[in-house]
């Protein structure tokens, strides 16, 4: 099955900065890579995805980045924010009709003011 | 009901006894999805239905069970529960499972004692 790997697992930043998140992933069939906020007491949710047709995909403050090749992707926060403190997930989807993805640990992010 | 509802919100449960989480959505999403999370360990899938009466289980599925009579509805049962069972249970749904995002709910906070 796939295996994701997240790093780091803590992160701080001074509010301003750019904050990068990396994962890497195991099966070379995967095709498509969401990542998830989760705020403090809050449940996940979706902030942005990419698929393997494409090498880069931009939101406002956010992207992320796919290497097919290397098997790793990345999301990059510019102009951080105290807001954008939470815990982030990435995942990457099960090959072979599974119907599901696979987290990573997660990454706790803190922007210092 | 908009999304995905859960609940309860939080129990308190006697080591032993029967428990029953609800999970509905009315997004008519095909897929749907049981995890926990715990302190440093992420999201663990316990168990998954990639449609209406199909389920398969995940990465930690010992000690629950799962049905899917109908679309919308994902019941997770612990039949005798322990205090290792003790975490926060989410709920999630998607369209298709592996190439769009999930919905997460509110989540349940269980303490077996």
């Known amino acids: 099955g796939e295996n994701v790997e997240q790093h780091p697992s803590t992160l701080s930043v001074q509010e301003g900065d750019s904050a990068v998140i990396k994962c890497t992933y195991s099966d070379s069939a995967s095709n498509y890579f969401p990542w998830y906020k989760q705020e403090l007491g809050k449940r996940p949710q979706l902030i942005i995805d990419?698929?393997?047709?494409?090498g880069e995909k931009k939101d406002q403050r956010i992207a992320v980045t796919l290497n097919k090749t290397a098997k790793h992707f990345s999301l990059h926060i510019t102009e951080t924010q105290p807001e954008d403190s939470a815990v982030y997930f990435c995942a990457a989807n099960d090959s072979g009709g599974y119907q599901k993805v696979t987290f990573g640990i997660g990454t706790k992010l803190q922007v210092i003011p | 009901i908009a999304g995905i509802t859960q609940a309860p919100t939080s129990q308190i449960l006697a080591a032993g006894r029967r428990m029953t989480l609800r999970c509905t959505q009315d997004m008519r999403h095909n897929a749907m999805y049981w995890y926990r999370q715990d302190l440093g360990l992420g999201l663990r899938l316990i168990h998954y239905s990639n449609t209406a009466g199909t389920t398969g289980k995940g990465e930690v599925p010992d000690g629950y069970s799962v049905s899917r009579a109908n679309t919308d509805d994902f019941p997770l049962t612990l039949a005798s529960a322990v205090p290792s069972q003790t975490s926060v249970y989410f709920c999630?749904?998607?369209?298709?499972?592996?190439?769009?995002?999930?919905?997460f709910g509110s989540g349940t906070r269980l303490t077996v004692v």
């Open positions: 999630a749904s998607s369209p298709t499972g592996s190439d769009y995002g999930y919905t």
């Open positions: 990419i698929r393997s047709n494409v």
